[in-house]
């Protein structure tokens, strides 16, 4: 639950089994699982140990996609490239101003954004984005 986008395989289930010997969750658990799931579920899961499956998680916001077990690869792998021809400035801006927002104002949270964006509209993946979608084309992002 600590990715930035996580695909699970159907078969998968999602378990906090600390309390099963005597322990709390660990890695981040207990400030993670109540930001994604809500304090009611990220209690139920703790306090429980009870496993939750992979379409349930999804359902929950716990994970973005739950996936056939045999498509798993294929659709990470797809996911993988898309990130690797993306526009890398872009990609890391975004990932930085949701993760900072849990703390703005949501003023704060737009001074931000107008920032990032003033900042990645000068920058020349921005210009080929704006070029290939002009000329219906893929965009070549080279991270400037």
């Not at 999602?14 to 994604?36: A, E, H, K, Y």
């Not at 498509?71 to 801006?93: I, S, Y």
């Not at 949501?106 to 290939?132: C, H, I, K, N, P």
Request: proline fraction near 3%; aromatic fraction near 8%.
């Amino acid at each position: 639950m600590a990715c930035d986008i996580v695909i699970a395989a159907r078969s998968v289930k999602f378990i906090q089994s600390f309390v099963n010997i005597g322990l709390v969750p660990d890695s981040g658990g207990t400030w993670t699982l109540p930001r994604l799931a809500g304090q009611a579920r990220a209690l139920g899961m703790a306090l429980t140990g009870q496993p939750l499956s992979a379409e349930q998680a999804e359902a929950w916001g716990l994970i973005w996609r739950c996936v056939d077990d045999d498509q798993l690869v294929a659709e990470t792998n797809a996911l993988a490239e898309k990130f690797a021809g993306g526009a890398t400035r872009g990609l890391a801006e975004t990932k930085r101003l949701i993760r900072d927002a849990w703390r703005l104002e949501f003023e704060q949270a737009l001074d931000a954004e107008r920032y990032a964006q003033r900042a990645l509209g000068r920058s020349a993946d921005y210009a080929e984005g704006v070029d290939a979608f002009t000329h219906k084309r893929a965009p070549r992002f080279v991270g400037r």
